[in-house]
Structures are given as structure tokens and as C-alpha cells.
């Protein structure tokens, strides 16, 4: 993949910028100008698997409802931006989307620790971002106007994982491990407070950057026989994981959060983390009966399946598309204070389901899942079985 | 504190400990053999390493895909493996030396250090181009051996797998012909001769170049082996993987006492059990308080300590004064 091969974004923002700048000066003279809708993922690393399938969703929403915005004499856009997973490189391309002054609204980001701070840039001067993906309570917990998401929270998705190993798993003992980052961190305490509250006995929480070599995690782990693991983090790093625990004959039932929902877990882990639960907030795009002709149209064009968040984002991004036609007054560009402020207005239905915020700028229901994985087979990703479904509403914001 | 636990545990701890203690030993032999000859820090071998782990992965995936990978008994598939990533990664190695560091053997000495930590991020990004262009991955997962993952279970607490073995014996195995080669042979005789006086080696007729290039061959042939037994034993391997390792490995090279073969071998293993330790032991001991991801600090604090007392390593008084 050519996007793959230039290393620093900022050269690649660098270049969009130069390219770009000629070319919306000349539209202007013939159209109105260019709304300009960016992503912000990571399309290249070992994430990139989920942040490519949020720009390809946001792709689809685009050409799909860009109709309307034409028709008023608009050029509409997309810049995708390679955030890497890493939070300066997200600062980094946010301070250049903030000095494009078409960019209307942000769609973004996988991480919560890279969303955090780049929505702090953005807030500079109220730019709208929507996540698809970012459960971290914080994200919208600020209170910033600017900020939105289409998914659930973490403070939400924990106490369901803990429910379900209590209810469902009928685990007494749980070891949890996590990736050291605000969001597998974060997740990972949330289930173990409701966990302990629950009388689910944590035997050890665990934090490591370790990539590669987990037998040093994996002895205590085994040696104290717990009858669940649960790790908050990214499938990247829980793979390797969990295939190296069930090769030290690790028998616990495995559970974590929705950064372990990539295709590419089965790919990196394989037999091993077949019959592994997980929470998510964003079910596979069977369970959704709307998103089909989406899945269609993904797979045609992109000749994959949809990752998980590809159809959040593509929601994410209609809902922007919206709010930016709802601004259009006397068919001037509108003012990104304008298209912030729609956005609150909007209500949509989209793949989905409805989507509609509150106060904070989460949605007022959101949906979460515990699924279970099918198959160690990448490509039957899709075909893992929901186990529970759940509609809970955001909680309020914390005085 | 549960002391049962802690003492059952402890077999297996010290099994982890060795293991990875010969991996960082294996590809310290790398760092260590150059800068006994050239008194240069060769900070690319990270990459020589890793590139020997995708040899091994291609030649892996390319056997599966031919359908041969099930056929084929572990044992002749293994030494294919390692034979291919010597090869690769020592020719690599040998290329590396000639065209970058070469030209600026005369230069003063932070020249080929940077010189070395720009084509370690060549490399890299070189591994990282080839396998997005000719595999559209980042991540690659060597496919599973089912000889080598068999396991035998010692006690409760205690069980040891196949390819852990495989990985002690190749490692000895290797260490024990590196060994013979450098202080039994022709051509070892002259590598020390190189490494005591390059003028007065080449006035005595040994081709100091040739001497050089094969150090290079040799450092880089068991980084490249390291690789394949890195990717075996834990399973996932990208373009950056080979960059921790090999910090690591060059950190035990300095413990051992840099320059120094056997003093590798010491270092590595010796920081293979204090990371194996601190990692599974410092929760248990602490309560939660301090954790697994502390193992590093507590690994090269002690690190630390040792250079304080012998600032020049473990074995490095045996290494004779240079001018």
C-alpha cells in the first residue's frame, strides 16, 4: 500500500496542504468553494487494519450523501490523516487540519489517548470532531461543544464485561491485564471496580508495553489458576497474548473489551482465541439489519470485508454531512462555529441506528454487545456470534 | 504473601529467564564482535536480527502456501530456516559494513556511529516497504509448527515446550562453534590478531578487510539465526520488532564487557534472568504495587549497579588493554 510507505505525516500532511491549496483557489472561481471532511486514524502500524476501515467508511458516507451539498455548488472532499495510534502525531496533523480552513468537521480517532488531546487542538477553534470509536469517558466528559461520539463509553462497557463474567461466565476469579494506555487502562480498572463490587476475585491487574515476549506475565498468571483474563487493549497486543497463553496451557475463559474486535486477532492468534468473549460498542455489521447494502457496497468497492467502526464512521460522517447542509446560508461556506453548533441538532438514522446527543455530546442510547468469536478463520470475522445485546444511556456527567 | 506460590513458580521463571537470556546472548555476539574489532558500536544489528526473523517467516509462509509446511518433519524445516537467515542476514551485514561503514574507517568515531543508526532506520523502513508492497501487512504471525509447540508438563507449575528446548540447544550449538571458530582456527587467529593491531596484522600478511568483512558476516549470520528462534518462540514479528531486542542485547554486551565473546554470553543470559525475575515476581512481592511493567527499570537498575562497581562489565578484565 503506497500510503504505507511515507513514515512521517507530517510530510504527507505537508504535501496535501501544497496540493491542495491551488486547487481550492481555482474552484472557487467557477463553484462556491470546497467542504472539506477529514479523518483522523491510523492507516499505517499495526492498527491499521481498524483505522483504514474508519477512512473507508467515511469514503462511502461521503460519495453517498454528497448529493445534496453538489447540488448547492459544492465541492465536498475528503483528507484522510494518518494519526499512527500515537497521540503526537494526532497533535500534529490536528494543527494542520485547524490551518485548513475548509475542513468542516473531523471523523476520528481509534485511540482515546490520541483523541484526547488532538480534540484539545481542535477545540482551539471549535472544529467539530465525531468519533466513531473513542469509549473513553473523558473524551466527551470535558464538556467540550466540539466534541461528539456515535459509540459508547468505557465506564458503560466495563461494568457489561464484568456483568457478563459474573452472570453469564459465572467467573469467580478474574486476572486482568492491560496495554498502559488511557484506553486500555481505563477500561481495564472500570471492570475491575464493578468486578470486585460483583464479588469476582481479582487475582493480579497487570500493566505492560511488551509487544512480543509474555512468559514472564503468563507464569503467575498460570500459576494462579484464575478463571478469566481479562485484557483492556488493542488486538495488536492481546493476540500474541493470548496465543502464548493458551501454548503454556493457560485454561481461563478469555474477555476484553472492543479493541480486541479486528479480524486480525484471529489472524495473529488463531485456535487460541476462538470461544473468547468480548464487550463492544459497535456490533458486526450483521446485527445491524440496515447496514447491509453498506456491507455490500464496502466489499465491492473495497474488496474486504468492513472492519468494525467502518460502519460507525460511516454514520459519523452523514451526520456531519448533515449538519454542514442544515448551515448552509445563502450558499456561503459555513462557519465551522455553525456546523458545531447543527451538530447537536442533528437527529439521525442511520446504519447503525438512531443516533441523537445529549448535553456532552454522547449519544443518548448507546448499544453494547458481548460477542463471541466463531471461528480462527480472519475472513469469518464477521460471523462471531452476539451473545447479549444491550441499550443503556450515557451516564450523566460527573459534578 | 503466598510463599508455595512463589517457590512453585520458580522452575519456571528461571526456564523464561534462560531463553530469552539466549536470545539477547545471540544477537550480542553481533555487537560484540564488532566492537572487539573496529571499537565501533554496530547499532543497525537490530535490523540484521529482525531481517532474519522475516527470511524465516517468508520461507515459512511460502512453504504453506506450496502445502509442503505439514509434510515436511519440524527438525530439517528448522534448519532450513536458520541456514537461510544466517545466510541473508550475515551477507546483509557484510553489505552494510562495506558500503556504509567502510568508507569511513578513517573518519573520527562518531562518524560511523551515525552512519550506523541511520541505516538501522533505513533498514527498517526497508522491511517495512517491502512487506506492505509484497504482503499488505505490518504484522506478521509465524505460522504454527506443531512439533515444536508440543509441551511437556514437568510439574503443576512447571512445563516446558519444544521449541523453548530448540531454542537453548541452537543457541548453545551456535555459541560452541563461534567459539572453536574464533580460538581454534586459521582464520579465528587472525580475527584476534585484527582486533589487537590492524597495521601490525596486515605487516604479518592477513587482509584486514576480508578479516573485517567476515566479523561482519559471522556477528551478522547468528543475529540472523536469533531472528528465526525469536519468531518462533513468541509468534509475531513487524519491522520494529528487532529495535528492543536489540537495545537489550546491546546493553548485555556492555555488562558482559563489550569486546568480549564469552562476556556476551554472560550479559544476556544475566539480563534475561533479571527481566524474567522482576517481571513475574515483583507483583507477587509487592502486592500489586509495583508490576510487571516495572521489569525494566528493576532490570537495568541493577545494570546500573554492576557497571558502577565494574564499570567494564562482568568478564571485561579478561579482554587485554588496547592502546
Known amino acids: 500500500m503506497i ?8 510530510v504527507l500532511t505537508v504535501l496535501l496542504t501544497l496540493v491542495a491549496l491551488p486547487s481550492a483557489s481555482n474552484l472557487e472561481a467557477q463553484g462556491k468553494g470546497t467542504i472539506k471532511i477529514a479523518t483522523q486514524s491510523p492507516l499505517s502500524g499495526g492498527q491499521a487494519a481498524l483505522g483504514e476501515g474508519i477512512k473507508l467508511g467515511a469514503q462511502l458516507a461521503i460519495e453517498r450523501f454528497k448529493g445534496g451539498l453538489e447540488k448547492a455548488g459544492f465541492r465536498v472532499e475528503l483528507v484522510p490523516y494518518d494519526d499512527q495510534a500515537k497521540p503526537d502525531v494526532g497533535v500534529a496533523n490536528a494543527k494542520n487540519i485547524i490551518a485548513d480552513k475548509d475542513i468542516l468537521v473531523v471523523i476520528g480517532h481509534l485511540n482515546s ?3 484526547i488531546p488532538s480534540s484539545e487542538v481542535y477545540k482551539e477553534v471549535n472544529l467539530a470532531m465525531i468519533s466513531p470509536a473513542n469509549t473513553n469517558p473523558t473524551v466527551t466528559d470535558r464538556g467540550y461543544g466540539n466534541v461528539f461520539r456515535v459509540c459508547g463509553r468505557d465506564d458503560v462497557q466495563g461494568v457489561v464485561g464484568a456483568e457478563f463474567a459474573q452472570g453469564t461466565i459465572k467467573a469467580r476469579s478474574a486476572y486482568v491485564i492491560h496495554d498502559k494506555t488511557t484506553y486500555g487502562q481505563g477500561v481495564a480498572e472500570f471492570f475491575k471496580a464493578d468486578a470486585e463490587k460483583k464479588g469476582i476475585k481479582i487475582l493480579g491487574f497487570e500493566g505492560t508495553e511488551e509487544k512480543s515476549n509474555f512468559d514472564p506475565i503468563i507464569t503467575p498468571v498460570k500459576a494462579k489458576n484464575p478463571d478469566l483474563i481479562y485484557f483492556g487493549g488493542i488486538y495488536e497486543q492481546a493476540g500474541p497474548f493470548f496465543k502464548q497463553a493458551r501454548e503454556k496451557g493457560v485454561k481461563a475463559k478469555f474477555l476484553g473489551p472492543d479493541g480486541l474486535d479486528s479480524s486480525d486477532l484471529a489472524k495473529i492468534a488463531g485456535k487460541a482465541v476462538v470461544g473468547m468473549y468480548y464487550t463492544s460498542v459497535a456490533g458486526p455489521v450483521s446485527v445491524y439489519p440496515q447496514a447491509k447494502q453498506f456491507a455490500d457496497e464496502y466489499k465491492k468497492k473495497f474488496g474486504k470485508n468492513p472492519e468494525p467502526f467502518a460502519a460507525q464512521a460511516y454514520d459519523a460522517t452523514a451526520i456531519g454531512m448533515k449538519a454542514v447542509e442544515a448551515a448552509v446560508r445563502g450558499g456561503k461556506t459555513p462557519t465551522r462555529d455553525a456546523v458545531t453548533a447543527a451538530i447537536r441538532d442533528v437527529k439521525h438514522t442511520g446504519i447503525t441506528g438512531a443516533v441523537e446527543f445529549d448535553g456532552k455530546g454522547d449519544p443518548k442510547k448507546a448499544l453494547y454487545f458481548v460477542l463471541q468469536v466463531a471461528s480462527e478463520n480472519p475472513e469469518k470475522w464477521g460471523d462471531n456470534k452476539e451473545v447479549k445485546r444491550l441499550t443503556i444511556a450515557a451516564p450523566a456527567a460527573k459534578k | 504473601m503466598d510463599l508455595p506460590l512463589l517457590i512453585g513458580i520458580f522452575p519456571q521463571v528461571l526456564l523464561d529467564g534462560l531463553i530469552l537470556g539466549f536470545m539477547y546472548a545471540l544477537i550480542a555476539l553481533g555487537y560484540t564482535m564488532v566492537y572487539g574489532v573496529l571499537e565501533f558500536i554496530n547499532f543497525a544489528h537490530s535490523e540484521i536480527f529482525i531481517v532474519g526473523a522475516f527470511v524465516g517467516v517468508e520461507i515459512l509462509l511460502g512453504l504453506k502456501g506450496a502445502g509442503w509446511l505439514e509434510s515436511l518433519p519440524w527438525p ?27 568508507p ?16 538501522s532506520f533505513f533498514l527498517q523502513d526497508l522491511i ?23 509441551r511437556f508438563e514437568l510439574t503443576e507449575t512447571l512445563d516446558v515446550s519444544v521449541k523453548s528446548l530448540v531454542v537453548i540447544v541452537a543457541a548453545l550449538a551456535m555459541l560452541w562453534v563461534l567459539h572453536m571458530l574464533v580460538n581454534r582456527t586459521k582464520i579465528g587467529t587472525a580475527v584476534r590478531a585484527v582486533a589487537e593491531d590492524q597495521a601490525a596484522a596486515s605487516l604479518v600478511g592477513i587482509d584486514v578487510n576480508r578479516i573485517i568483512s567476515l566479523t561482519f558476516l ?14 518462533v518462540q513468541y509468534g509475531l514479528i513487524n519491522p520494529y520488532s528487532g529495535f528492543i531486542p536489540g537495545l537489550k542485547a546491546f546493553t548485555a554486551a556492555v555488562l558482559g564487557g563489550i569486546g568480549n565473546i564469552p562476556g556476551a554470553m554472560v550479559g544476556g543470559i544475566v539480563l534475561g534472568l533479571l527481566e524474567a525475575f522482576a517481571a513475574s515476581y515483583l507483583g507477587l512481592l509487592t502486592g500489586g504495587a509495583f508490576g510487571a511493567e516495572y521489569k525494566d527499570i528493576f532490570a537495568f537498575s541493577v545494570l546500573i549497579l554492576i557497571l558502577v562497581f565494574r564499570p567494564k562489565g ?10
Do not use: C, K, Q
Not at chain 2, 504484522?139 to 515444536?148: A, F, I, K, M, S
Not at chain 2, 562482568?314 to 592502546?323: D, F, H, N, Q, T
Open chain 2, 218 to 231: 559471522i556477528g551478522g549470520a547468528m543475529g540472523g539465526a536469533a531472528g528465526v528462534l525469536f519468531g
Open chain 1, 113 to 115: 489517548g490520541v483523541a
Open chain 2, 76 to 102: 530439517l524445516v528448522l534448519l532450513l530456516l536458520l541456514v537461510a537467515a544466517m545466510a541473508v542476514s550475515g551477507l546483509l551485514a557484510a553489505a552494510v559494513e562495506r558500503v556504509a561503514y567502510r
Open chain 2, 314 to 323: 562482568l568478564l571485561g578484565e579478561i579482554v587485554r588493554e588496547r592502546a
Open chain 1, 3 to 10: 500510503r504505507n510507505l511515507i513514515r512521517p505525516a507530517s
Open chain 2, 104 to 119: 569511513l574507517r578513517s573518519a573520527p568515531r562518531l562518524i560511523p556511529l551515525i552512519s550506523a543508526i541511520g541505516v
Open chain 2, 128 to 150: 517495512r516497504l517491502v512487506e506492505s508492497v509484497w504482503r499488505n501487512a505490518f504484522n506478521l504471525v509465524y505460522p504454527t509448527l506443531d512439533g515444536l509447540n508440543h
